[in-house]
């Protein structure tokens, strides 16, 4: 640990977030041209803004998904997801006072709350979502439903990220956070002063050599690592119109998803090689 | 202030991912009505509202702009034909004035539902039933379908006769007591009252008539769609139609 900066969140998670927030800047502009009348009116092509909608809204958690399944390389964002998760006796307080007395441990209570909608309206997006999309189970009246829901859960989760970066805007120290993981000692004495970094970082130190003991791993990330730079490369390919005859073809957005798996595929490819190296 | 020994917790994400699948399961089933109830009591407003803003309100029940091309197709009503021919004794070009003038109109009053769920209530169409067209152009005996094509020039439906010839199948020109604008598929579209929106062509260029299908029927169908679309009897429904 550096003695002139605090390690906040480390490489995987910042990938996460980042991954996480360009697939969720999809997912709300494909929501907002399919919904504001004014706006479908003049962006028109339904078909390929439903696909990107459905795909990009699917896509959302597998970032996570794969950092909670990528073993060492995830052990500070499950530990930071576990904190963001308890909902403690100062976290009420937080809440409930006006002057914002300091929170216990990494995060405040206005953190964990956004963590825990962002959470909720996902699921319900997830349910009635699928709901609309594979409707053939259901009435026409539970399809109206559905809508009914995923329109307010819209509204409000578009109100939820527009509250989480206005709030990031003007926190520059943990928007720097990040972006390069760190904060200063000042910031963490200031504003987290029962925040245990050194046990934070501690999990740096234990992750890097990577040590894996289990054996599967390292070829579980080779496979997935091809697999996803083989599909994202078919993606492009057909988001470019380059290969035809797929309801994908000649929608530019397959190609923007398919930079994204092919990146995540070299992420996956470069965890092998090191999990490989460090044996 | 950290208190000593093990703190109690609440573990604040899996309540939220409980709480939500529980509303959102509530609001899968009660919605309809909920949304019903709530349009009714905005509509005053929502029809009156100049800014359009209310119409953003999911509650609101009011239209989605649903197009498929990259922009907004368009015609003047003075510029506008439409053309019926294929399978027919005297093919027709008919003009705006025909539609609104000439051939006997006819006023439905229907929900327009669509197959993903979003539904506008009780919605006032005027134009002229299908069948009058059909009958004024001779339909041959060979014919069996009806294949619609709108000038985005991409877009197509199609109808059997028998659903064709219904009294609540029409080629509409005025909705909700004014004419129908470009965003709605203006000047002129076609409106088949007891099915899902997606049979509802924008922007009706072409009618035609053939004695079998060279594609799936139509834009959706083709995309997995039901060519039968009867609200509540395709696309998985199963509860009565909601023909009124």
Same mark, same amino acid.
């Given at each position: 640990?550096?003695?002139?900066?605090?390690?906040?969140?480390?490489?995987?998670?910042?990938?996460? =977030?980042?991954?996480?927030?360009?697939?969720?800047?999809?997912?709300?502009?494909?929501?907002?041209?399919?919904?504001?009348?004014?706006?479908?009116?003049?962006? +028109?092509?339904?078909?390929? /803004?439903?696909?990107?909608?459905?795909?990009?809204?699917?896509?959302?958690? !597998?970032?996570?998904?794969?950092?909670?399944?990528?073993?060492?390389?995830?052990? $500070?964002?499950?530990?930071?997801?576990?904190?963001?998760?308890?909902?403690?006796?100062?976290?009420?307080?937080?809440?409930?006072?006006?002057?914002?007395?300091?929170?216990?441990?990494?995060?405040?209570?206005?953190?964990?709350?956004?963590?825990?909608?962002?959470?909720?309206?996902?699921?319900?997006?997830?349910?009635?979502?699928?709901?609309?999309?594979?409707?053939?189970?259901?009435?026409?009246?539970?399809?109206?439903?559905?809508?009914?829901?995923?329109?307010?859960?819209?509204?409000?989760?578009?109100?939820?990220?527009?509250?989480?970066?206005?709030?990031?805007?003007?926190?520059?120290? @943990?928007?720097?956070?990040?972006?390069? +993981?760190?904060?200063?000692?000042?910031?963490?004495?200031?504003?987290?002063?029962?925040?245990?970094?050194?046990?934070?970082?501690?999990?740096?130190?234990?992750?890097?050599?990577?040590?894996?003991?289990?054996?599967?791993?390292?070829? @579980?990330?080779?496979?997935?690592?091809?697999?996803?730079? !083989?599909?994202?490369?078919?993606?492009?390919?057909?988001?470019?119109?380059?290969?035809?005859?797929?309801?994908?073809?000649?929608?530019?957005?397959?190609?923007?998803? +398919?930079?994204?798996?092919?990146?995540?595929?070299?992420? @996956?490819?470069?965890?092998?090689?090191? &999990?490989?190296?460090?044996? | 202030?950290?208190?000593?020994?093990?703190?109690?917790?609440?573990?604040?994400?899996?309540?939220?991912?409980?709480?939500?699948?529980?509303?959102?399961?509530?609001?899968?089933?009660?919605?309809?009505?909920?949304?019903?109830?709530?349009?009714?009591?905005?509509?005053?407003?929502?029809?009156?509202?100049?800014?359009? @803003?209310?119409? /953003? #309100?999911?509650?609101?029940?009011?239209?989605?702009?649903?197009?498929?091309?990259?922009?907004?197709?368009?015609?003047?009503?003075?510029?506008?034909?439409?053309?019926?021919?294929? #399978?027919?004794?005297?093919?027709?070009?008919?003009?705006?004035?025909?539609?609104?003038?000439? #051939?006997?109109?006819? $006023?439905?009053?229907?929900?327009?539902?669509?197959?993903?769920?979003?539904?506008?209530?009780?919605?006032?169409?005027?134009?002229?039933?299908?069948?009058?067209?059909?009958?004024?152009?001779?339909?041959?005996?060979?014919?069996?379908?009806?294949?619609?094509?709108?000038?985005?020039?991409?877009?197509?439906?199609?109808?059997?006769?028998?659903?064709?010839?219904?009294?609540?199948?029409?080629?509409?020109? &005025?909705?909700?007591?004014?004419?129908?604008?470009?965003? =709605?598929?203006?000047?002129?579209?076609?409106?088949?009252?007891?099915?899902?929106?997606?049979?509802?062509?924008?922007?009706?260029?072409?009618?035609?008539?053939?004695?079998?299908?060279?594609?799936?029927?139509?834009?959706?169908?083709?995309?997995?769609?039901?060519?039968?679309?009867?609200?509540?009897?395709?696309?998985?429904?199963?509860?009565?139609?909601?023909?009124?």
């Amino acid at each position: 640990v550096s003695a002139f900066t605090v390690s906040r969140f480390d490489r995987a998670t910042r990938v996460v =977030h980042w991954v996480t927030a360009a697939d969720a800047a999809l997912v709300l502009a494909t929501a907002t041209a399919l919904y504001v009348p004014e706006i479908s009116a003049r962006v +028109g092509r339904r078909a390929g /803004l439903m696909e990107a909608h459905l795909i990009s809204g699917l896509f959302l958690p !597998v970032p996570l998904l794969f950092a909670m399944a990528a073993g060492p390389a995830g052990v $500070r964002l499950r530990r930071d997801l576990t904190e963001l998760s308890r909902w403690r006796a100062a976290d009420r307080r937080w809440l409930r006072r006006r002057d914002r007395p300091m929170p216990e441990g990494k995060y405040n209570g206005g953190q964990k709350l956004v963590t825990a909608l962002f959470a909720a309206l996902f699921v319900m997006q997830l349910l009635s979502g699928s709901v609309m999309y594979w409707h053939d189970p259901f009435s026409a009246a539970s399809r109206t439903g559905a809508t009914f829901v995923h329109d307010w859960a819209y509204l409000a989760l578009a109100a939820v990220v527009i509250g989480h970066v206005a709030k990031a805007l003007q926190e520059p120290e @943990l928007m720097h956070a990040m972006r390069s +993981g760190e904060v200063s000692p000042d910031w963490a004495r200031r504003e987290r002063p029962s925040w245990d970094h050194d046990a934070d970082a501690a999990h740096d130190e234990a992750s890097e050599p990577i040590v894996d003991d289990r054996g599967g791993l390292m070829w @579980l990330r080779v496979i997935g690592g091809a697999l996803a730079c !083989v599909v994202g490369a078919v993606w492009i390919l057909q988001g470019l119109d380059i290969v035809t005859g797929s309801g994908m073809s000649g929608h530019a957005v397959w190609a923007v998803f +398919g930079v994204i798996l092919v990146g995540l595929g070299v992420v @996956l490819l470069r965890a092998a090689v090191r &999990t490989r190296s460090a044996r | 202030v950290t208190s000593p020994g093990v703190e109690p917790t609440t573990p604040l994400a899996r309540r939220a991912v409980v709480a939500s699948l529980g509303l959102g399961v509530l609001g899968i089933a009660v919605g309809a009505r909920v949304q019903h109830q709530l349009s009714r009591l905005l509509l005053p407003i929502t029809l009156h509202d100049p800014t359009g @803003l209310t119409d /953003l #309100l999911p509650a609101a029940g009011r239209f989605r702009i649903y197009s498929i091309t990259a922009t907004l197709p368009h015609r003047s009503t003075t510029e506008y034909r439409l053309r019926v021919d294929g #399978l027919v004794d005297t093919p027709l070009e008919l003009t705006y004035d025909d539609l609104t003038l000439r #051939l006997p109109q006819r $006023r439905l009053r229907h929900d327009f539902q669509c197959v993903t769920g979003w539904r506008v209530e009780s919605v006032p169409w005027v134009g002229v039933a299908l069948h009058d067209v059909l009958d004024a152009a001779g339909v041959r005996s060979t014919a069996t379908r009806v294949r619609f094509h709108s000038f985005d020039g991409v877009y197509t439906e199609s109808l059997d006769l028998e659903q064709a010839r219904r009294d609540d199948v029409v080629i509409a020109h &005025t909705m909700e007591g004014g004419p129908i604008t470009r965003e =709605h598929g203006g000047p002129v579209r076609l409106y088949v009252a007891p099915m899902f929106g997606y049979k509802s062509l924008k922007w009706l260029d072409h009618i035609e008539l053939v004695d079998h299908l060279e594609d799936h029927g139509g834009y959706w169908e083709g995309r997995g769609y039901d060519l039968d679309a009867w609200v509540g009897r395709s696309n998985g429904g199963h509860e009565a139609p909601t023909v009124k």
